[in-house]
């Protein structure tokens, strides 16, 4: 889907509006606005855990990119939406991109449980499958092989479940432990249970 078919939407505080792989606006008339970006194979859920918790504090545009069509081209995609973005959070390989993004655009992020080296979390998938919710997708190498790493940043903050069952959350800590601000949580998963809990964390950063 083009992200050029999306339209202005003016929605009331607490509405939820969306079309695609892209809600337009959905928050509290806070002020401070959110770029939620989903990672491999997911799909937007208004209602999820993390997204219910980020709309406390914030207004919420959530994204959830096709990341089969190759880094440059998702690039391309999501940067309509960063205008806009006071803060950026990405989960997964949302949070590998959100890196990325921040680098292009200056703006503070937050990983969360984020894929640090992309290809080889990438590669798993090369072929034809269908991913958690029965989509078929095809992932070549030659589009795994143009996605840059996870890029360390002190304008970030990454926020970690040590008991991700799909990303190693201590080799992770490790890598860039020593290069920014990580914050980890006992048990967990890699969809993170602790939104809650990480909420003044996401507002001390957006508020340095």
């Keep these: 889907m083009s992200l050029t078919n999306i339209y202005s939407i003016h929605i009331r505080p607490g509405d939820c509006l969306g079309y695609g792989s892209v809600i337009a606006s959905c928050g509290r008339g806070i002020k401070m606005n959110i770029l939620y970006i989903h990672g491999f194979g997911s799909k937007i859920d208004p209602n999820s855990d993390k997204q219910i918790a980020l709309r406390k504090i914030a207004n919420v545009t959530a994204y959830a990119p096709d990341y089969t069509r190759g880094y440059r081209t998702v690039m391309a995609d999501v940067d309509s939406f960063l205008r806009e973005a006071d803060l950026l959070i990405g989960t997964s390989m949302g949070g590998f991109l959100v890196s990325r993004l921040s680098e292009q655009m200056g703006k503070k992020f937050v990983a969360i449980n984020p894929v640090i080296n ?29 996605y840059p790493d996870f890029l360390p940043s002190s304008n970030g903050m990454v926020l970690l479940d040590m008991g991700d069952e799909l990303i190693d959350s201590f080799a992770t800590l490790e890598a860039i432990g020593h290069q920014m601000t990580v914050h980890t949580f006992a048990g967990g998963s890699h969809r993170f249970s602790h939104i ?11 508020e340095l």
């Design 196 to 206: 809650d809990e990480a909420l003044p964390l996401i507002g001390e950063i957006f």
């Design 118 to 146: 992309t290809k080889a979390t990438l590669s798993k998938y090369i072929g034809s499958h269908t991913d958690h919710y029965d989509r078929p997708f095809t992932l070549d190498q030659a589009t795994v092989d143009a």
